[in-house]
């Protein structure tokens, strides 16, 4: 169907046919050529502010050091994928930025076109949604810096539009400072959905041994006394610790050290020792830099320094702004001054100019950079830290007033995600700001999103009380972008109980729980694990306690679930039998709730047999099903319209795959009616159901001949599933790929023979990446369409290439060969 997709700054448009489908409004991302290092302040500059001469953009420092780390990324660049994506992660402040834009640079001398990607939302991006000449680029380095504070489905979408043909290159480097949970789904679905090849890089301490240490602070002070013309910069003592501190193997660490010892010297101070004493150095001087501009007699500022620290907390927190976001932010944080926020936000933006060259759109209200020392100025501002630094009783409920208590203030994902960060390293930061704001809200951590909650469940030293409360306000309900976070959330909640569950019940639970959150995100394996557990837990409990076999029966009918999306479907059997017979049991008494449990038991069992092609018996528990939810959809249509809706989808496939296409044709026609009605009221959670029913109404109308009817059903159904895939590649690419293929054999038998090639070439290439992450569940799939694809060759006259794709389509499954018709329907 799909003839051609082009990329811009309105969505992505696929041209199918004759009809045209824009699936997304507005791209969520802005690419720009890498940009060069920024100028280096004056000496005069420096001096007022310190703080210039550390961040990763002006590169001030050389370069120095990762000798192994370059070689591997060089390796990496050279390899056979024509795609590829790199996660470098690392603690704030190992260096990642400046290895990247190192990287930037060495690779451009190579020829390489280098861009960064910045997520819509970033002030940074710039307002084209791409620079010219990108789609001629034949070999392209991608950089996102702070990858997991994107949705998944943003940065899968990048690559996705980044996709080149086989003879070109295309590297993508992901900068974050976790890795964990989150990264290992999306890497599964880099994998599985998009087939680039996917891996990440610790980025450990530039320097480990203290001579190591010792030099890297070295080396920057010698530049920083050079940039600050303090002559003999060399003679300068580095700080006594700075051998033995581990953490000044950190590049800023080190360049704080060095910076902070060579003012020291300046100013005929005593050198600040330790981390902590480094930060308070040189965020002093960023107040004294502060007073300094208010106090001149023609100072171009009217703020004073006690106002002005409050507007750069407020803006670490909310990041660079619109100008009347910016005024927002300050008017509802509550900084202390009877200016008006506007004057406010000018005197701030000659502290910390936005970035030049943005045009009207310019982000005023710039954070304290770099990151870590914004961190600190955070944590010292707070009150409760024994450092010298003057804390300001105002951060009391500073963040609880900006990100509180109405709507979802533009800046709630990056205040939080700042806080959370600040937090890790800052206990009287947790303890006095971020719990109580969490326990007080927990909605505002899945307001904030994946990253904030995944940062926040793999904190260290978290509240774990505080975890159970957001996870009592989790819904129900999927959301492809928190689905990730929330298995970290689930999975480090499970650690903790189940060290301290005694009752077999509990540790049921735990299981059980954990098992469905791990399948919502994709973790099928560890899923298979968890779910194992719980039938375990809830067989043991059964034995004395009878009410847990309905607990019983949903875990078996999970795993069921779990095996088969993993292509285990033998195995996957003999769980879902089992639930059968409980639920046949348990329905015993007539209760709605347990005719209901049984009416899905025996959806599943009649899924997994048809898996199996024993379709005989698919058929009898199919129609079971649909008698039990029938009656109960008469008694409450709202309650059970749904559960009717699937079993006679299910019936529907059971009849067709026994020759009974009427009587198909019938069923699924009541089951999409019903699934249409559904999705209407509320498509996020009907849609995919939707989605497979119109695909099976068009399969059973193209099997009685009516392929006009078919085609525009399925036609239907490749646009609900295309959507359906944008928003969760782990979970409904197969599905996309399904209807493809029956696309590509509705155009076969209506003679549209290159439409058919197209719709063909894309479920091989997306049953393929399937395949790859998932061999067992696919191979099949793969097959089928690798035969649907030879066949839509040899009817346009490419009788080579169709010989090529039957016989990969043969080796994958044999029984191929026997097929009744050239195109297989799915």
């Known amino acids: 169907m799909v003839q051609h997709a082009s990329v811009g700054p309105f969505g992505t448009i696929f041209q199918a046919g004759r009809d045209m489908v824009v699936y997304e409004a507005e791209a969520p991302y802005r690419l720009s050529w890498w940009p060069k290092p920024t100028g280096v302040p004056s000496a005069e500059q420096a001096r007022a502010q310190p703080s210039r001469l550390l961040r990763a953009s002006t590169a001030v420092v050389p370069f120095t050091g990762r000798g192994d780390e370059l070689a591997d990324l060089r390796a990496w660049r050279d390899g056979s994928a024509p795609q590829a994506v790199r996660l470098v992660h690392g603690v704030g402040g190992q260096g990642k930025s400046r290895l990247a834009g190192h990287v930037a640079e060495a690779w451009k001398g190579d020829g390489w076109q280098v861009l960064a990607a910045h997520h819509r939302r970033d002030p940074a991006a710039p307002a084209a949604f791409e620079p010219e000449g990108l789609r001629t680029a034949n070999r392209l380095l991608v950089i996102a810096d702070y990858a997991e504070r994107w949705d998944s489905t943003d940065l899968l979408r990048l690559l996705a539009d980044l996709g080149r043909p086989a003879d070109a290159a295309v590297r993508v480097l992901l900068l974050a400072r976790p890795a964990g949970t989150w990264w290992q789904t999306l890497a599964h679905r880099i994998e599985a959905d998009l087939g680039w090849e996917s891996d990440s890089q610790a980025l450990g301490p530039v320097e480990a041994s203290p001579a190591g240490r010792t030099r890297l602070v070295e080396i920057a002070r010698d530049r920083f006394a050079a940039l600050l013309n303090i002559p003999d910069g060399h003679l300068i003592e580095v700080p006594e610790g700075t051998a033995a501190h581990d953490e000044y193997g950190q590049v800023l660490a080190a360049h704080m050290a060095a910076l902070a010892a060579v003012l020291a010297h300046d100013q005929r101070v005593p050198v600040p020792e330790g981390p902590v004493a480094v930060s308070t150095f040189l965020l002093n001087r960023e107040r004294v830099h502060w007073q300094a501009l208010h106090d001149r007699v023609d100072g171009p500022l009217t703020t004073n320094a006690d106002v002005m620290g409050q507007t750069v907390y407020t803006a670490t927190l909310t990041g660079g702004l619109p100008h009347h976001d910016a005024v927002a932010a300050l008017q509802r944080i509550g900084v202390e001054s009877s200016q008006h926020p506007g004057q406010i936000v ?87 700001q971020l719990y109580p704001l969490l326990r007080a809200h927990p909605e505002l951590v899945l307001q904030a999103g994946g990253a904030a909650l995944a940062s926040l469940a793999t904190m260290p030293d978290v509240d774990l009380s505080l975890l159970e409360t957001v996870e009592a306000r989790l819904s129900h309900e999927r959301d492809v972008d928190l689905d990730p976070a929330i298995a970290a959330l689930t999975t480090r909640l499970a650690e903790h109980h189940l060290t301290r569950a005694r009752h077999p019940a ?321």
């Open 346 to 432: 000018k005197d701030h933006a000659l502290c910390y100019p936005p970035p030049a060259g943005r045009g009207a759109g310019v982000a005023v209200l710039q954070p304290l950079y770099p990151d870590r020392l914004g961190e600190d100025f955070i944590a010292l501002t707070t009150p409760g830290h024994p450092y010298d630094h003057p804390s300001d009783p105002w951060t009391e409920g500073a963040a609880d007033r900006l990100l509180t208590p109405d709507g979802t203030p533009t800046w709630t994902r990056p205040a939080l995600t700042v806080l959370i960060e600040t937090a890790r390293r800052w206990p009287h930061v947790a303890d006095g």
């Open 506 to 826: 509990e540790q049921a639970r735990t299981f059980a729980k954990l098992g469905t959150r791990l399948t919502n995100a994709g973790l099928y394996h560890d899923a298979v694990e968890a779910d194992r557990k719980a039938v375990d837990a809830y067989r043991r409990l059964a034995e004395y306690t009878p009410r847990a076999l309905v607990e019983l029966s949903g875990a078996l009918g999970n795993l069921g679930i779990a095996l088969s999306r993993l292509g285990r479907h033998a195995e996957a059997l003999a769980p879902s039998r089992e639930a059968v017979r409980i639920d046949r049991r348990l329905a015993a008494d007539g209760s709605r709730t347990s005719r209901a449990y049984l009416a899905a038991s025996l959806n599943n069992l009649g899924n997994r047999l048809s898996a199996l092609s024993r379709h005989v018996e698919a058929l009898r528990v199919a129609q079971e099903s649909v008698q039990i939810r029938r009656r109960l959809a008469k008694a409450d249509p709202d309650a059970y319209r749904a559960a009717l809706a699937s079993s006679l989808d299910n019936l529907a496939n059971r009849l067709a795959a026994l020759g009974e296409h009427e009587k198909a044709l019938e069923a699924t026609d009541e089951s999409v009616s019903l699934y249409r009605r559904l999705a209407a009221d509320n498509r996020a959670i009907h849609q995919g159901e939707f989605g497979t029913a119109l695909d099976n109404l068009g399969v059973h109308l193209n099997n009685l001949g009516r392929h006009d009817e078919a085609l525009r059903i399925v036609q239907e159904a490749v646009q609900v599933r295309r959507e359906l895939a944008e928003s969760n590649p782990a979970v409904f690419t197969s599905g996309l790929a399904g209807s493809l293929g029956n696309l590509a054999s509705l155009l076969a038998a209506l003679g549209r023979h290159e439409e058919c090639l197209t719709a063909a070439e894309e479920a091989v290439r997306l049953y393929r990446v399937v395949a790859h992450a998932n061999p067992g569940a696919a191979q099949r799939h793969l097959a089928a369409a690798l035969w649907n694809l030879g066949t839509a060759l040899r009817s346009v006259g490419r009788r080579e290439e169709a010989a090529e794709a039957t016989g990969e389509a043969l080796r994958l499954y044999p029984p191929l060969a026997t097929a009744d018709s050239d195109m297989i329907q799915y």
